[in-house]
């Protein structure tokens, strides 16, 4: 399966993303979106990469996988050859960044097996959180299971 990548400027991207991924919503701030594209062009994918939501981490020099999804009839290894796709992008556009940061959800079952085809590798997992964004009234927080932190170098 030939996958390609495409920048997107427009936040329809963000829209596209919402409606499908399991926690219904893209966090704001994206630095770069890409729609995923298969062999004839249609859109299968997208993702978005923004800076690290740990505040303790490198702003500048970090960027994290922040939602990706990929439709279900995507043939296998879609979404690894898609992240290497969008780290050979950002190694030519945005040379400053020297790492990713993304979490795979232990809630949603995610074992992380598209971050260890490309390469990632685990650096521990966050602690299973009490309260979320959910203290402000228009958002919920759909997901405080423990998540797995994966990083890789460009």
């Known amino acids: ?32 979106r890409l729609w995923i594209l298969d ?7 997208a993702m978005m990469w923004g800076r690290p939501t740990a505040r303790s981490l490198d702003q500048m020099t970090l960027l994290e996988l ?32 020297k790492g990713f940061i993304s979490y795979s959800s232990s809630g949603q079952g995610h074992e992380g097996t598209i971050y260890r085809a490309d390469g990632w590798f685990t650096v521990g997992q966050t602690r299973r959180r009490k309260d979320g964004w959910s203290s402000r009234a228009e958002r919920a927080e759909r997901d ?11």
């Open 39 to 45: 062999e004839a062009g249609s859109r299968i994918g």
């Open 1 to 32: 399966m030939v996958v390609k990548v495409e920048l997107s400027r427009s936040t329809e991207l963000d829209r596209w993303l919402a409606e499908r991924h399991y926690l219904k919503s893209t966090p704001p701030g994206a630095q770069l």
């Open 144 to 154: 405080l299971s423990p998540k797995t932190r994966w990083v890789r170098s460009p």
């Open 66 to 97: 922040t939602r990706m999804y990929l439709v279900d009839e995507t043939e296998p290894n879609a979404e690894s050859r898609a992240i290497s796709l969008a780290r050979k992008h950002i190694r030519k556009h945005l040379p400053s960044i």
